[in-house]
């Protein structure tokens, strides 16, 4: 098996996720504005021969006494296997992972998996533990949407028919305009959960998310007498919509019920191509 790292700019890198199936936090033009915020450089490593293909986006780290260690370089950045590849090939790819980051003195190594890329994560059993870290959720998207209301629990039932009632709205800003807002919006937001600082981004950081991410983002606003009341960040790739961040106004925190915002972009989904749609823990 070839095991190499590529760089951000190298154009191997996009090429290679054709063949992958991949998120939003696989895609180097992400990476590059999670890497200017956090002062870190992600990289790609790749394990390949004519049987199949193992990607996994790294940041390399030096912690206390200069020891090295390897870790995801976002919550999303799994490891992506290529289709059709067997347990025994990936194995053999994970220990060849394994082998060349221990000959670049990699002392440790910290792997996020993605339910939906790779739901089953045993083939990394045999070489290190497996840690939950909380539920994550995914709604698919191929039934009809009052099928998936559904199936909601009564109290996001009746949030959703409340968000209507009160005649709000949720659409994608296509212009932007509320980005500035949204970013306020977003840092209240971090402040009332007590959030770390890995998570308190600029708006530099989401203005660079916009711009190299393109159709690949949209933010979700709600509008309520002129100024933003929620806002969700909202990625897709690959066929998944992944709602990556939040933003609530206090004013509106109990008015508006975000449930809404879930129902209008659950609606939008399957007409635009997507099969899932995902929410981590902390959405």
């Known amino acids: 098996m070839d095991v190499e790292l590529l760089e951000l ?8 996720l054709t063949r992958l199936r991949h998120g939003v936090d696989h895609l180097p033009t992400a ?21 199949g293909v193992l990607a996994v986006p790294l940041r390399l780290l030096v912690g206390p006494g200069d020891s090295v260690h390897a870790t995801s370089s976002e919550v999303r950045s799994s490891p992506i296997f290529s289709e059709g590849a067997t347990a025994r090939w990936r194995r053999g790819a994970i220990r060849e992972l394994l082998d060349f980051l221990q000959s670049r003195g990699v002392v440790m ?3 996020r998996l993605h339910p939906l890329l790779d739901p089953d994560g045993a083939d990394f059993a045999p070489f290190g533990a497996i840690v939950d870290h909380g539920p994550t959720f995914d709604i698919p998207l191929d039934r009809p949407l009052a099928e998936i209301r559904a199936g909601m629990r009564v109290n996001h039932q009746r949030g959703i028919r409340k968000f209507h009632n009160q005649g709000l709205h949720c659409e994608p800003d296509t212009e932007w305009r509320y980005l500035e807002q949204f970013h306020r919006l977003y840092s209240l937001t971090m ?9 308190r981004f600029s708006l530099e950081f989401f203005e660079q998310l916009r711009d190299n991410l393109g159709e690949h983002l949209a933010l979700w606003a709600t509008i309520v007498d ?6 969700h960040l909202v990625a897709q790739c690959d066929g998944i919509a992944e709602l990556l961040y ?4 206090p004013d509106y925190q ?11 972009e659950l609606a939008w989904a399957p007409e635009h191509g997507l099969h899932d749609y995902f929410l981590d823990g902390g959405a």
């Open 226 to 231: 002129g100024q933003l009341a929620v806002g």
């Open 254 to 264: 109990r008015q508006v019920p975000q449930v809404g915002l879930y129902d209008s």
């Open 109 to 111: 190594r910290f792997l």
């Open 9 to 16: 700019d190298d154009p191997r890198w996009p090429a290679l």
């Open 191 to 199: 402040d009332r959960v007590g959030a770390s600082d890995d998570y």
């Open 246 to 249: 939040v933003g609530v106004h």
């Open 31 to 51: 990476l590059a504005a999670y890497d200017a915020f956090r002062g870190h450089s992600s990289q790609l490593l790749v394990v390949q021969d004519a049987e």
